[in-house]
């Protein structure tokens, strides 16, 4: 089976390209190496990789894409830059996502989006379901369900099958840099002997996913066909406060700095819990890899 994955020199994306690889799908990679993994090559050595901006011509991917799945993992991803280039989020979230359905939704087998729990906002309930409301706090959430949008549009316009996962904070061996999430921050910092830095008071929650139960998430959408339900969560279903994170990051790499507090970031949801109990019914989807054991694989491997 032919997979095409957008994105896919990212941290998401080059992960989910290798797992499938080793599963004996026929993959090909599409990036515009904006802002991929900075061992992306190596990463994605013995993949077919074509460099591409889904902002401009897609002529290089619609050859690709006739009876093909589509993994859509392109995106910008930080929801404090979203706040100050709210522009750019549209252009490159919203008006890329429009331009490859524009070009490929007529002969693609399957479209699979990488939505984001971020299009759910401040929760009203825990843990939150599918069904829950949808209240986006910043520009990054209101891009990632505008997308959401298009994508049903062109399902119910061309007929074309679809499924959106929404993830939850996915974390995993090679996430670093600028836009990292905060479990590769505590690590990065706590390597150095320096103190992890929390925003608020650090009973915030989130539910941390590892990359390698994700990525079996996918394979599972990948091999589904005509799924009644189209939209489906991605997390461990477990909240975790971001004091306990940064105890168990610190307990991994035998770190003692008591970590510094600072004024909590705006555009921050308070917490987050997803109920998984749709995807484990409708896709067999199944977590593996608890908070304490992923740390370890990604402090031991690094």
């Known amino acids: 089976m032919k997979v095409l994955i957008t994105g896919g020199a990212g941290f998401i994306g080059s992960h989910l390209a290798k797992y499938l690889k080793r599963e004996g799908y026929n993959v090909t990679v599409f990036d515009s190496f904006e802002r991929s993994m900075e061992d992306a090559n190596s990463l994605l050595e013995g993949i077919a990789v074509e460099k ?3 902002r401009k011509n897609l002529r290089n991917l619609v050859k690709h894409a006739r009876e093909s799945v589509i993994v859509h993992a392109a995106a910008y991803t930080s929801a404090e ?6 522009l750019e989020y549209l252009e490159n979230n919203v008006a890329s996502t429009v331009n490859l359905l524009k070009a490929t939704s007529k002969i693609a087998e399957k479209i699979i989006y990488l939505s984001s729990a971020a299009v759910y906002g401040n929760p009203k309930r825990l843990p939150i379901d599918e069904a829950h409301e949808l209240n986006p706090i910043n520009p990054y959430g209101a891009s990632k369900l505008s997308a959401e949008y298009w994508i049903k549009a062109y399902g119910n316009l ?7 996962l929404r993830l939850f904070n996915v974390y995993g ?3 670093r840099g600028e836009y990292a999430g905060v479990i590769s921050k505590f690590i ?4 150095r002997r320096e103190p992890l830095i929390i925003y608020g008071d650090g009973f915030q929650t989130r539910d941390f996913i590892y990359i390698e139960d994700v990525v079996k998430a996918v394979k599972l959408a990948v091999e589904a066909r005509n799924l009644e339900e189209k939209i489906y969560n991605i997390g461990s279903g477990k909240p975790t406060t971001i004091n306990q994170l ?3 990051v610190m307990e991994a790499l035998d770190a003692h700095e008591k970590p510094i507090h600072m004024p909590e970031r705006s555009g921050d949801i308070r ?3 997803a109920d998984i109990s749709k995807a484990m019914k409708h896709l067999g989807y199944k977590p593996e890899i608890d908070l304490t ?3 370890k694989r990604i402090t031991i491997s690094n």
Request: glycine letters at 12%; proline letters at 3%.
């Open 52 to 54: 591409l901006d889904l």
């Open 81 to 86: 830059e979203s706040i100050g280039r709210p």
């Open 158 to 164: 061309h007929g074309i099958d679809y499924t959106i």
């Open 173 to 175: 061996k090679g996430q």
């Open 188 to 191: 990065e910092r706590a390597r």
């Open 246 to 248: 940064a105890e168990i």
């Open 271 to 273: 917490h987050s819990q």
């Open 293 to 295: 054991e992923g740390i």
